[in-house]
């Protein structure tokens, strides 16, 4: 199994982290080693196997839409980096 | 105060032998004492503490009491508390102070629990050394050179060392019992769903489970009793009657079929921990258990499978810290991609971007089915390997981990290595079943861990198992030397 930096670069796009050179270089040995360890998964034959995701098989629950949390606005509010009156403020997006 | 059980200490300050004022401050000094060479916390405010077991005192003094009342506990950085900062082991949530409480936090303070402080731990619980924290290594009490396992280091290093009587951790793929295995005392991941994830931040969703650290089978029993229970805000919460963990301890062990898996003594596993590890089946066997051989075939895909799901999971849950509504936001930027960019270049450590990368790329386009979903069919027949193993058998037993505490550094630079350490504690995760980790003896002066595997919601049944073996044994009541 490979990965070469240009396709580590179009992850780490997709993950939308920065990534030096550098950090591409360390990164690529790393990911190569630990992908060939996912590889073994390729030597059993699983065709017929039902894909697993939660580990009792139990389904999501339903309840009524009704207000259950008491209004922390101001709180969560104050936790961000930038906010003016009651909105988070990001750079400019629309002209 | 030092090492008395939770029972001890419960039973004391109901008798007024001491409040619980006097116990906090107790363990707050030794935290003061040992922590700039432990590391083992990240936040500490003894007025916080303080006032908490003033409130515990009044409710002592006016006969409101609960098993658990007025006793300190250390809790790891990754459930929220309203008022403390709860970082993860992030410079992303350094500052990051939560506006609620995360279910397992409110459930101690309910029980009138005293919060001792918030414990160092791998940055997002990622990690088997404690060496990803932002905060800097946690180290191991009984040898400082040597890493206290991870990803919940810090509480291990806590209880070991004595400075917190009990402490709560979290297991994705062993970071329960990893750290109790290298720390020498008694850690327990429940059955996936039976402990809320509320207010626990995310790594891998479908794994991640909060549980006890703590001396002793019988003190992890007592706080299994206040944190598990239905909760409708985790939609993952198993709905099913409370049940108490404590009443059938003592039960007789006469005929419990231990069943030991040949896959978990083969290669990896370290000479002198496997002969620790059947000194203790032994052991067993003079208790009145009887020892079966089962077998796991498709355990030595466990990792492979976990390290496609929990990248897959993390990458997801990981995706929130933009910057915008809390935590990290770097300083200089010329537009909103370049604002999450640099924010997650800068507020990520490496093991973390490495994850979220490897997530990415497994669940990205034409990957999907080749990794995924492949690695949850695999899921599956692990835990279809446990449901035959569970009809010849009642505990499954074996290592907790493949070898003693290794040296700081050792391993930081070779990530299939420390992926190693969870081996033979990541099926267990996978199949959603409970298992504990043991003190059951030393190689060259660090502590080893027998683990203990029940069938799904079989922790009364492998806490007897443990119990038994420690009312026989006195391995659990070894402490470090050096740490008065």
Redesign the interface.
Known sequence: MT?NKS??KK??H??????SQEEAD??EK??V???D??????E?N?ES????????D?N??L?NDVVTEID?RE??LS????TEKSL?I????IE | MLNLSLKNISQALEKKKFTSVELTQFFLNRVKKHNPSLNAFITVDEDKSLAMAAKSDQLIQSGKKNILTGIPIAQKDIFCASDWKTTCGSKMLENFISPYNSTVIQKFNDAGAVNLGKTNMDEFAMGSSNETSYFGPVKNPWNLDYVPGGSSGGSAAAVAARLAPAATGTDTGGSIRQPASLCGFTGLKPTYGLVSRYGMIAFASSLDQAGPMAISAEDCGLMLDVMTGHDSRDSTSINRKKENYTNSLDEKIDGLRVGVPKEFFGDGLSVDVQKVIEGALKQYEKLGAKIVDVSLPNNHLAIPAYYVIAPAEASSNLSRYDGVRYGYRTKEYDDLMDMYFKTRQEGFGDEVKRRILIGTYVLSAGYFDAYYLKAQKIRRLIANDFKVAYEKCDVIMGPSAPSVAFKSGEKQEDPLAMYMQDIFTISTNLAGLPAMSIPAGFVDGLPVGLQLIGNHFDEAKILNAAHIYQINTDWHLRSPKGID
Do not use: D, W, Y
């Not at chain 1, 360890?37 to 390729?42: A, D, H, S």
């Not at chain 1, 039902?50 to 580990?55: I, L």
């Not at chain 1, 990001?90 to 997006?93: E, G, K, N």
């Open positions: 990965i396709e580590i992850i780490a997709l993950a939308h982290i920065n990534i360390q990164v790393k990911l080693g630990i992908l360890l996912i590889e073994k998964m390729q059993v699983t196997i039902e894909p697993m995701s939660h580990a009792l139990i999501q629950p309840r922390i709180k969560s936790l961000a980096p930038h988070f990001v750079p400019q997006v």
